[in-house]
Every structure is written in structure tokens, then in C-alpha cells.
């Protein structure tokens, strides 16, 4: 992941073309949130729910907690479909449990999201979370994959972020704000190449509070693999939250080339 900045030359985008990208979001958005009752059929079993296909894929390893977050839209911690509905979530397997009804053993329900502490081999699998209100039912899937500790493969955990050569650049530490617990005293660890990063390597610059690490001065010798460590107290017990990422570097030219092809396609589309 890189800073943002804006060029100062080269084409600049007009105004219409703004105002058509607006509404081509706006178009999707709306399409998406107003699905119509002769689409989703007022049904109050699962299977006969609309199925809206699966949100994503999350890897996690063994022994720590896992999150699968509602794949349906959201304003603040409230659905955005209705005021008056509800939310599930269950395991796709022969049983179909409802998972998270009730505070108890390793999996619960907060806002919506679906928790389990922690997280085992076993809990590997498709979820499938419906929401439901009067007059619609739908569902949607989410796959977990969680890892064995001895099977677990850097390739397979890692996240992509992108970093710029010949100038400053950052990592983020994904996927870990259900977890932050006290943002302004927060220490997350870095780590590159299972080597821990201090504020001796004057490479690096890792500020207390912060998601970030910051590299002064990004080059080929920046590539690696990079983990960041959050620790997560729950019940008195202590868990380390890990994400890994295998940032790709590209040149500054590279991403000159990458930001014309993609005004290209903007202006070719519009």
C-alpha cells in the first residue's frame, strides 16, 4: 500500500466524466439495496432463500480468534435493508446449527458478525449468514479456511499491499479492527522475514498506536514477507493476532504506466 498523491501534470479528468462515474456507482449501489419481493421470495426456510452468491474468503490460523463479518450492507452497526429484520448465521454442513444465538463455548453473534474464539481446523468450512425480515429472505456465503500451525504456509496467509521504490512507503496491518481495543496505547510488533523490526533498523519507522509500518526509503531489498502482531485479551487470556503481507514493488515508472492505463480505461469507458 502506498501514499496517495495527486499528479500535478498529465490529463486532468472533467467534471462530466465525474458526474458519469457518480452515477454509475450510484446506478449499482441502488440496484443493490433494492432488490425487489418478486426476487427474494418471503419464504422462512433457508433453502428458500435467494441466494446472493459467496462474499469472500478468509484464512486463518489455528488458536487464534476469528471474525466473519456480515457480507450485507451496513450503516453504522445496523442492516441497511430494513429497521425490522433479522440475522443468522449457520454452518453448512449436515447439521445446520445456528451458530452464535446464545454467548456460550467458542462462537457468538456481536453486531451482526459471527465470532469464534479460537478458531480450529475443524471450524474449517462454508457459512452461510441469511438476513431475513417480513417480506424477504437472502443469504449469502463466506469461506474460512483455518490452517493447522504445521500445515500453515506464508504463501496462503499473506495479504498484497503495494509499495513504491525511490520513495517513502507504508504497510497496513489488515483485518484487525474488530480487534483494537484501546487504539491510543495499542503496540502492534513487525516483523520482516521472522525478524523482529526495532527502533533500531532506521529503515523502518513503527509509531506506538499506530496500524502502520513505515519504510523511509522503499527499494528491491524491501521485499519480503512482513507480519504484524496485535495482542487481544479476552477473559483473561491473551491471544496474538497475526497478518502477513507480501508487499509487491513496483518502479515509479511502473506506476506511471499503471495510472495512464487506468485513465485509459476511464476515459475509454466514459
Known amino acids: ?34 432488490i425487489s419481493a418478486s426476487s427474494i421470495q418471503p419464504e422462512k426456510s433457508t433453502e428458500n432463500c435467494q441466494y446472493l452468491g459467496m462474499y469472500f474468503k478468509k484464512f486463518r490460523l489455528e488458536g487464534e480468534p476469528v471474525v466473519l463479518n456480515s457480507p450485507f450492507p451496513k450503516l453504522g452497526n445496523r442492516v441497511l435493508f430494513t429497521l425490522h429484520s433479522d440475522l443468522s ?3 453448512n454442513d449436515s447439521e445446520k446449527t445456528v451458530l452464535g444465538t446464545h454467548k456460550s463455548g467458542r462462537t457468538w453473534m456481536k453486531d451482526n458478525a459471527l465470532w ?20 424477504y429472505c437472502a443469504t449469502m456465503s463466506v469461506e474460512l479456511k483455518v490452517f493447522k500451525k504445521s500445515e500453515a504456509s506464508l504463501q496462503n496467509l499473506s495479504y498484497q499491499q503495494v509499495l513504491i521504490t525511490s520513495s517513502a512507503g507504508y504497510l497496513v496491518c489488515p483485518d484487525i479492527d474488530d480487534f483494537i481495543q484501546d487504539k491510543n496505547n495499542m503496540e502492534i510488533k513487525w516483523y520482516k522475514d521472522a525478524v523482529l523490526l526495532d527502533q533500531s533498523n532506521k529503515m523502518f519507522s513503527i509509531l506506538k498506536g499506530s496500524v502502520s509500518c513505515h519504510i523511509n526509503n522503499v527499494s528491491l531489498d524491501s ?25 509487491r514493488i513496483i518502479s515509479k515508472y511502473g ?11 476511464f476515459v475509454f469507458v466514459f
Not at 462515474?21 to 441502488?30: K, R
Not at 469464534?116 to 441469511?130: N, Q, R
Not at 506506476?255 to 480505461?265: A, D, E, P, S, T
Request: aromatic share 22%.
Open 1 to 34: 500500500m502506498q501514499n496517495h498523491r495527486f499528479l500535478d501534470t498529465g490529463p486532468q479528468l472533467s467534471v462530466s466524466c465525474l458526474q458519469k462515474l457518480f452515477g454509475f456507482f450510484f446506478f449499482f449501489y441502488a440496484l443493490a439495496v433494492n
Open 89 to 91: 448465521w449457520h454452518k
Open 116 to 135: 469464534i474464539l479460537p478458531a480450529t481446523p475443524e471450524d474449517t468450512g462454508t457459512y452461510i449468514c441469511t438476513f431475513r425480515n417480513e417480506s
Open 223 to 247: 521485499s519480503g514477507y512482513y507480519t504484524c502482531e496485535l495482542p487481544f485479551v479476552y477473559e483473561g487470556v491473551t491471544y496474538n493476532i497475526t497478518r502477513h503481507i507480501n508487499p
Open 255 to 265: 506506476q506511471y504506466l499503471i495510472f495512464r492505463f487506468f485513465l485509459f480505461l
